[in-house]
T-cell receptor
Framework: KNEVEQSPQNLTAQEGEFITINCSYSVGISALHWLQQHPGGGIVSLFMLSSGKKKHGRLIATINIQEKHSSLHITASHPRDSAVYICAVIGNTDKLIFGTGTRLQVFP | ETGVTQSPTHLIKTRGQQVTLRCSSQSGHNTVSWYQQALGQGPQFIFQYYREEENGRGNFPPRFSGLQFPNYSSELNVNALELDDSALYLC??????????????FGPGTRLTVL
């Protein structure tokens, strides 16, 4: 079993829909990253959070440390949001442990 | 763009060969981490370099080795290539020894295919 699990693995949506991607982890962490990976490989860091909630534009990330769970929400989704979204946690070794990603496709 | 560059972008090698991948970190960053991402999987941590010294290593065999130079650019070397080494290799730079707690800036990756 992976230490970081994401759901769903694949997600399709119509433009404008509200999207939620979930991340659960089984290890103790000091923080959690949400990353966006576009086709071709480039990864962009969206959020790093250790408690509560962060918002940036149409993106919102929440984390519940007690439940070992985080969610990434996208409001008013757009085709340019199509990408792989990866959850990564900072474990006891102080190195990133990645989930396998959620592939999102938003259609016009 | 993050300011982190990697070369080459694509590479094809055969089993048993050796490969060197390069990463130039963002200006002001002294920490470089390397990751291997197999198709359909999340990245796996290979190792990290801080100020030219290895600062942590993942579960990869010794034929995966690295270097960091005084200008903080870095190389990943893989000897005796195996088919399973085919993957996207990502480097990420950050500005301190807080490890993954620093924001990491990822390069575009090098896609290695081993035939």
């Amino acid at each position: 079993k992976n230490e970081v699990e994401q759901s769903p693995q694949n997600l399709t949506a119509q433009e404008g829909e509200f999207i939620t991607i979930n991340c659960s982890y089984s290890v103790g962490i000091s923080a959690l990253h949400w990353l966006q990976q576009h086709p071709g490989g480039g990864i962009v860091s969206l959020f790093m959070l250790s408690s509560g909630k962060k918002k940036h534009g149409r993106l919102i990330a929440t984390i519940n440390i007690q439940e070992k769970h985080s969610s990434l929400h996208i409001t008013a989704s757009h085709p340019r949001d199509s990408a792989v979204y990866i959850c990564a946690v900072i474990g006891n070794t102080d190195k990133l442990i990645f989930g396998t990603g959620t592939r999102l496709q938003v259609f016009p | 763009e993050t300011g982190v560059t990697q070369s080459p972008t694509h590479l094809i090698k055969t089993r048993g060969q050796q490969v060197t991948l390069r990463c130039s970190s963002q200006s002001g960053h002294n920490t470089v981490s390397w990751y291997q991402q197999a198709l359909g999987q999340g990245p796996q941590f290979i190792f990290q370099y801080y100020r030219e010294e290895e600062n942590g290593r993942g579960n990869f065999p010794p034929r995966f080795s690295g270097l960091q130079f005084p200008n903080y650019s870095s190389e990943l070397n893989v000897n005796a290539l195996e088919l399973d080494d085919s993957a996207l290799y990502l480097c990420a730079s950050s500005s301190g020894l807080a490890g993954a707690a620093d924001t990491q800036y990822f390069g575009p990756g090098t896609r290695l295919t081993v035939l």
